[in-house]
């Protein structure tokens, strides 16, 4: 058991790993592809297709809770090395999937461009079960190849656009149906060679199709109560304060989803573990990866919001040419909450493994969902606009705590436990950590030069901090062991 421990451990890092180089791929591309579309399409014709794209977006809702719904059941029979259910699980995912398909083609599409958007959806909903099999192998390799291509056609649609002589808006949706079809067939021709379930086969199993659409249904409204929380949120800062404030919360909405890309990473790779050890009935290691995942998954997310969270305001003066009010503050509170709201993943993924998740959705959407009626009560009340994010901090350390609490009676989880070694070491961390910056912060003027030592201060502050108080003894002894082992590998060579 301990060497498959260990094996485990070693493969969810070189899946991060992989994932994290393919995000970094990713956000440059996006950068520049979208900066560079804009000025080919123009004002007018980029925010036409940023709307069409938004109505469209609202449909992840449904594909995020089918997408988990999936990679669960599939996951959980992976663990259990059933290949015969594990077959039915892809086929019936596939009919789901093709099945939502057809009735979102029936909606009436006005354009050529809510047309495309509507079809590269569809084709993304159809990979779901393909995606969900490579994550549940634990295949991340595969993500990171796929998505450097996908990062290459997307600079060859840039490139074409240049050269277009058609209706650009319509070249460029186009385009990205073409390299939807490309991605969609690549990866159904990866998994049929590397997986022997997902090769389709016509199948009604009328009990499956039930506890899957049931799994994502509740899954369904955990994601809707959260886009309720956000999207929600934003359109109630809008009504009391004006459009003006909501350039702001887009902005802080980038900067946090730009941070929860690393932290999703390595959240990705743990999470099949999870699954499988609860598959298995492995209790003991999934706790420890519960544990070790919230701790973990907080600190990579320290390491990289500490820099941004003591010099805010310079580093967006440098990323903006007019930084809108309120954006220093948005920018970190949210990162706060974010912090706060991450704590609960590895546990999340715990009680979904379970598959009796009715109570848990019922509890933890419900104290969710009061972020939306506070905001709006302390609004009343004439709080500040800032009021919003502190309520969702508050609101989810609430939601956590109550995680805790279900996750005893469902997996009589060792809750003091998550609380000493999770809880107890990141306040310690925290704090002790963001002492050092906060001196350069008051000992310098604001320069370019400041943010250089000040990033710096953080980094090896954050990474000194997580070492000395953050690890346990044990954690401590593998790491420094791990590091000695590499050395010697270099040396040798």
């Known amino acids: 058991m301990i060497s498959n421990y260990k094996q485990d451990n070693g493969r969810i890092a070189k899946n991060t790993l992989l994932l994290y180089m393919r995000t970094i791929l990713v956000m440059f591309v996006s950068l520049f592809t979208s900066r560079v579309v804009l000025s080919v399409l123009g004002v007018d014709d980029y925010g036409i297709y940023n709307i069409v794209g938004g109505v469209v977006a609202m449909f992840t809702v449904v594909s995020g809770a089918l997408s988990a719904a999936i990679s669960r059941f ?48 569809i084709i993304n909903l159809i990979s779901v079960p393909y995606n969900a099999a490579i994550i549940a192998h634990e295949k991340m390799s595969a993500f990171a190849y796929i998505s450097i291509l996908e990062a290459v056609l997307k600079l060859l649609i840039v490139y074409l656009l240049y050269i277009s002589m058609w209706d650009k808006l319509i070249v460029y949706s186009s385009l990205l149906v073409c390299v939807a079809i490309i991605i969609r067939m690549i990866y159904g021709v990866y998994c049929s060679r590397c997986f022997v379930e997902t090769r389709y086969q016509l199948v009604y199993d009328r009990g499956l199709i039930k506890n899957m659409t049931s799994f994502a249904g509740w899954g369904f ?228 030069y400041r943010l250089v030592i000040s990033v710096i201060v953080s980094v090896l502050a954050a990474f000194t901090s997580i070492y000395i108080w953050g690890f346990t003894t044990n954690e401590r002894i593998k790491i420094t062991n791990k590091i000695a082992s590499i050395i010697k590998d270099k040396l040798h060579l």
């Not at 398909?101 to 599409?109: G, K, V």
């Not at 309720?228 to 909405?253: D, E, K, R, S």
């Open 221 to 448: 409204f955990t994601n809707a109560a959260y886009m309720f929380n956000t999207q929600g949120i934003n359109i109630l800062i809008n009504m009391f304060f004006g459009v003006g404030v909501n350039a702001a919360c887009g902005i802080t909405m980038q900067v946090e989803a730009a941070l929860m890309k690393f932290v999703n990473d390595f959240t990705t790779a743990l999470n099949p573990q999870i699954t499988k050890s609860y598959a298995t009935k492995d209790f003991d290691t999934m706790n420890k990866l519960v544990i070790r995942g919230a701790k973990f998954s907080y600190f990579l997310l320290f390491i990289l919001s500490l820099p941004i969270l003591v010099e805010t305001d310079y580093i967006l003066g440098l990323w903006l040419e007019e930084v809108p009010e309120h954006t220093v503050a948005f920018v970190r509170l949210a990162i706060i909450g974010t912090m706060i709201e991450r704590l609960g993943y590895t546990g999340y993924t715990a009680c979904m493994a379970t598959g009796t998740i009715r109570r848990y959705v019922l509890w933890v959407t419900s104290v969710g969902c009061l972020v939306f009626p506070i905001t709006w009560l302390t609004f009343k009340l004439c709080a500040p606009v800032e009021t919003a994010y502190l309520v969702f901090a508050c609101v989810y350390i609430g939601v956590d705590s109550v995680r805790l609490w279900i996750m005893k009676g469902l997996l009589n989880f060792p809750v003091g436990e998550f609380v000493r070694e999770v809880v107890g070491r990141i306040i310690i961390v925290s704090f002790i950590a963001t002492i050092f910056p906060v001196v350069i912060i008051f000992l310098f003027e604001q320069s370019f």
């Open 74 to 121: 599939i996951t959980f029979e992976l663990g259990r090395n059933d290949i015969d259910k594990l077959k039915r699980i892809f086929s019936t995912s596939m009919n789901i999937q093709i099945g939502i398909s057809l009735l979102i083609l029936f909606l009436d599409a006005a354009n050529w461009v809510l047309q495309c958007s509507l079809i590269t959806f």
